[in-house]
């Protein structure tokens, strides 16, 4: 006959297989919910990373197109010389473009007497933090011609490629642009005008080496009168 010890030592407790089996079962669930957790937090930074590239490219196209907008021949500004006439120049730098070009989009300096149609400048310099990378800057520059002159500053810091392309074609189409002839440079001094549009295209890389595209198209009133 079992004593009562022998029966409650029987009737509870656990095998050795039993607690293997449930160390087991718990292993594999946590494993799962940490991956699982891990996933989330991967997707959520890559969600961050490309909505912070999406906001950056917001605020550089908006500042072109406002530029551009206002784009106009010069006048009214100092001169280098008087033969100086390019008021619009787009150049190639190998892959990259530059842009230099008078516009009326300057926010002018409360009683300084200063005329609020200024020469900007994009152009790209070797990020220093990252030499694979550009940053694009923007020189707003009172004075025209003078490369010393003016104030810049950088609009994104994340830039693999600058790239533009510009039309002439009168009946340019916005929702059809790809149908047009696009130039590579264009010289005002040469030509005798503005471009009727712009079409501005920039790959950026976010923190996680992650390259994404981005492209628009400007048109420059001042470039269909």
Known sequence: MKSTLQLKTNGEGFTLIEILVAISISAVVITL???????????????????????????????IEKDLAN?????????PSASDQTYFLGTQDGE????????????????????????????LQVNEQDNELFSLLRRDNPFAGNEDGGFVF????????????YTD???FDIQTAGEVT???????????????AVEVNVILRDNNDDEK?????????????
């Open 154 to 165: 950088p609009i994104s810091e994340k830039i693999v490629r600058f790239e533009l392309n």
């Open 71 to 79: 784009a106009y021949p010069r006048g009214g500004i100092y001169l």
């Open 96 to 123: 990259n473009s530059r842009l230099s070009f008078t516009t009326f989009s300057r926010d002018t300096v409360f009683e300084q007497g200063q005329s609020d149609q200024t020469e900007v400048t994009y152009y």
């Open 33 to 63: 919910v940490y991956s699982s957790l891990f996933q989330i937090i991967r997707t959520k930074d890559r969600v961050e990373e490309t909505s912070e590239l999406i906001h950056e490219v917001r605020v550089l196209f908006s500042r």
């Open 182 to 196: 696009k130039i590579k440079e264009w010289n005002s001094a040469a030509i005798g005008s503005l471009p009727k």
């Open 169 to 171: 074609e009168s009946t």
């Open 213 to 225: 595209e981005f492209s628009s198209i400007f048109l420059i009133p001042a470039g269909n009168t």
